[in-house]
């Protein structure tokens, strides 16, 4: 399972799995396209509000996932769409940005050999990605926005007081007691291994 670390010049990079880079890009092009949901509409809206990055909107998205990265900012629901209708847009921008960064970054490396004839196809080997100094939060955001949207695939924390008690021994438990057929199982082992790839490079950037 790959993770980050720093090299011996203090560059943060990962040697990655072209399995798990693929799994990586599926899931930013799926982000990009959720985050994308509503532009059309916004082309018709008050063209100097769009300018602006003001919302003719003040409503939760509908989209679960959507709704889980940009939640109300107070309990109040006269306030919260009022400061939607200022953030949401910008919010959306920078989500957006974090994850075409992620994405730029894994499809621009070239095809790696093949290790040998034995390797089946999807086993090609791995390649070395060196994360950019001026990235690195944005890559911490992108991962964080993806591990986000598949907790709302599986469940995981559904409102503010679940997500602030979140079990993750018996999230553990509950993926060890899944049967191999069942397709979710697949899905928790991502969302472990995203977390696991945030938290290698927040112990990468953090003061020792």
């Known amino acids: 399972m790959s993770s980050f670390g720093r090299d011996e010049n203090g560059e943060i990079s990962i040697v990655i799995s072209t399995q798990e880079s693929q799994v990586l ?3 930013t092009e ?5 985050l994308s949901q509503g532009e ?3 082309e018709h809206q008050d063209p100097l509000l769009h300018l602006v990055g ?10 679960p996932v959507l709704r889980r990265l940009f939640p109300d900012a107070y309990e109040d629901s006269a306030s919260a769409g009022e400061f939607r209708r200022y953030t949401e847009y910008g919010l959306r921008e920078k989500k957006k940005a974090h994850a075409r960064i992620i994405y730029e ?3 621009s490396q070239e095809e790696p050999e093949e290790i040998s004839s034995s390797h089946t196809p999807i086993d ?3 390649f070395k990605l060196i994360i950019e100094s001026s990235q690195i939060l944005d890559w911490l955001s992108g991962l964080n926005d993806l591990r986000l949207a598949l907790a709302v695939r599986l469940g995981i924390g ?3 007081s679940e997500r602030e008690s979140i079990d993750t021994e018996a999230i553990h438990k509950k993926y ?3 049967l191999e057929s069942d397709p979710m199982k697949a899905v928790y082992a991502v969302y472990s291994w995203i977390g696991w790839l945030q938290q290698s490079l927040l112990e990468e950037i953090s003061p020792s």
Do not use: C, V
Request: no cysteine; net charge negative; charged share 25%.
């Open 124 to 126: 090609k080997g791995s």
């Open 25 to 27: 890009i599926n899931l």
């Open 176 to 178: 060890e007691l899944m």
């Open 105 to 107: 970054a894994l499809t």
């Open 54 to 63: 003001i919302s003719d909107s003040d409503a939760l998205p509908e989209d």
């Open 158 to 160: 559904g409102d503010k």
């Open 30 to 34: 799926q982000l990009l396209e959720l």
């Open 40 to 42: 059309s509409l916004a």
